[in-house]
């Protein structure tokens, strides 16, 4: 039976880079479980800064219910947010 592969078959790609393998396993496992609270919470491509920091923290707060520890992701895009206001 053929099975198509890509995009055709699935609705979501998740990409983890191989950098990640050198972070402290707890780290590494929260990413995973972040970036799959984002395909379970149907997040796709932000309109703008406050709509990313939105999915950011909606799937922070949902891996939190998980047990995991989320990584800063919002931290460092509010440094961000900060670093271009000021420029
Ligand atoms: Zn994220």
Not at 20 to 34: G, N, W, Y
Not at 44 to 49: F, M, Q, R, S, Y
Not at 74 to 86: E, F, I, L, Q, T
């Amino acid at each position: 039976m053929y099975t198509p592969e890509g995009p055709e078959r699935h609705d979501h790609f998740i990409y983890l880079a191989p950098s990640l393998e050198r972070r402290p396993q707890k780290s590494v496992d929260a990413t995973v479980a972040h970036e799959f609270a984002h395909v379970l919470l149907g997040h796709g491509e932000a309109v703008d800064l406050d709509d990313s920091l939105k999915q950011e923290r909606d799937a922070d707060l949902l891996i939190q219910k998980w047990g995991y520890a989320p990584t800063n992701s919002c931290d460092w895009m509010k440094k961000g947010k900060k670093a271009r206001r000021r420029a």
